[in-house]
């Protein structure tokens, strides 16, 4: 069964007229950034800070209150360079570059380490990138380079409170511009994203989803909207442990019950390296009613697209819920 779902899989890639890349947690993880877990990665990163301030996890780094804004930014320089100034693709973006080779595609993702824009993807970052900083009267403001020259007067010893960053517009006090009361997502980004929505509303859109997890409701739920309201779309979702095919989709859908890197690694090469993959479902009963129940929640899908804009909108201004 796995041989022939995945020989439909890579069909499926191959007929695509553009691909919706869906990325969440998972994907991060399998790239060395656990945002959850004290392991090597977050030791090495923040180094002496850990046990300055019993930080348990990455998570946990950037919501302390820290003694002063020196040292919350001096946690920010150590986790930009320890994740994002030698960052070259990893194998997993690799692989899902080759995937998307030659295609129309834009990833949608939850992750905020900003590696999907730094492997050079079109992306929509819906919970922010702890690159970029954003000021209080709303300016955003780039970190990367800031970032860079904190960590190193870092390393040097001479860090000081004149170091810390103010906005070049205004003078304001700057914080990341991550998920949260103060959050603006990128207007830029949100642009390209309903673009890249409209134009291919009547054309053969595949999702691929990389590693949301099951009761993921900030991108997993819209997305499927979108594929309940454009008959020509098709799904993939590849979770380890943690497949969720709703059942109206569940005809148009592939799940790869498999670690990331290696389902890729199938869908790249076409070979089975042993990925355990759910083929699509021929739905019970009258498939026709949840046709009607779509279009009665979702008449047109413009009004399904719109609406999932205006949920990113929405969301935008919500707390990370982790
Ligand atoms: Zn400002």
Redesign the pocket.
Known sequence: MSKSSLKLARKWIKQADAVLVTASNGFAISEGVNLFTDNQNFRQALGNMVTKYRLPNLLSAFSYDYPHDVERFRMYGRVAEFYNYSYHASPVMQKLQGLLAGKDYLVWTSNTEGHFKQAGLPVLEVEGSWLEGI?????H?DLKNILHEIYQKDQAGTLTVADVPL??????T?KLNLAGPDFQINQTQVDAFQNFITRNQNRKLLVLELGIGAHNQLIKAPSMQLVAGNHNSRYITINKGELNIPANLAARAIGFDADLSLALEELLTGNDLGAKIIPPQEVKGTPHEDTKLIKQIYPSYTANTLLVVSSIKKRGAWYLKL
């Not at 000021?135 to 300016?139: A, F, L, S, T, V």
């Open positions: 000021c209080q009267n709303g300016d403001v906005c070049d517009i205004c003078g304001g700057v």
